[in-house]
């Protein structure tokens, strides 16, 4: 098991950091969702304010565009992420996964993700080539299947 976040261990959901603390790869709830950082300004403060930050951050589970300006020493939610690898085992009719993870523990509660990665996870997973591994990555309260990769023997 991957952890993406320092606060893990405390089992928290989310935890405050200082939006000037915050990095691009980085987590963040924006608008009420678990997003990854995909772009952030700082402005220096001036003789209007104080300095913001904007931050431009993507769903991890939508994959929907959020932004946010906020003062830069602004606390903010970020989400405590876990990314785990699981072997795909079988893709049901209706799009369900069975998924086995390290110590042999089956789950079936997933399905496959919508679009494109969706298509190409079935497209691989049908082909000849080696076993599969699908990350699953959890937040608040929500997992979903987001990339996969090839176990090479």
């Given at each position: 098991m991957e952890e993406f976040s320092d606060a893990a261990d405390s089992g928290a959901a989310i935890f405050p950091m200082q939006a000037s603390a915050l990095r691009v790869k980085g987590f963040v709830m924006l608008k009420g969702r678990p997003c990854k950082i995909t772009e952030m300004n700082k402005s220096d403060s001036g003789k209007h304010g104080n300095a913001k930050v904007t931050i431009v951050g993507e769903d991890l589970f939508t994959g929907q565009r959020y932004e946010d300006v906020v003062p830069a020493?602004?606390?903010?939610?970020?989400?405590?992420?876990?990314?785990?690898?699981?072997?795909?085992?079988?893709?049901?009719s209706d799009g369900g996964v069975s998924l086995m993870d390290e110590q042999g523990e089956m789950r079936d509660d997933l399905k496959l993700p919508e679009g494109k990665l969706?298509?190409?996870?079935?497209?691989?997973?049908?082909?000849?080539?080696?076993?599969?591994?699908?990350?699953?990555?959890?937040?608040?309260?929500?997992?979903?299947?987001?990339?996969?990769?090839?176990?090479?023997?």
């Open positions: 020493e602004e606390n903010l939610d970020v989400p405590n992420v876990v990314r785990i690898e699981y072997t795909l085992i079988d893709i049901t969706g298509e190409e996870i079935k497209v691989k997973f049908e082909g000849d080539g080696p076993d599969l591994l699908v990350m699953v990555a959890k937040a608040v309260g929500e997992e979903a299947i987001l990339s996969y990769i090839f176990v090479k023997d």
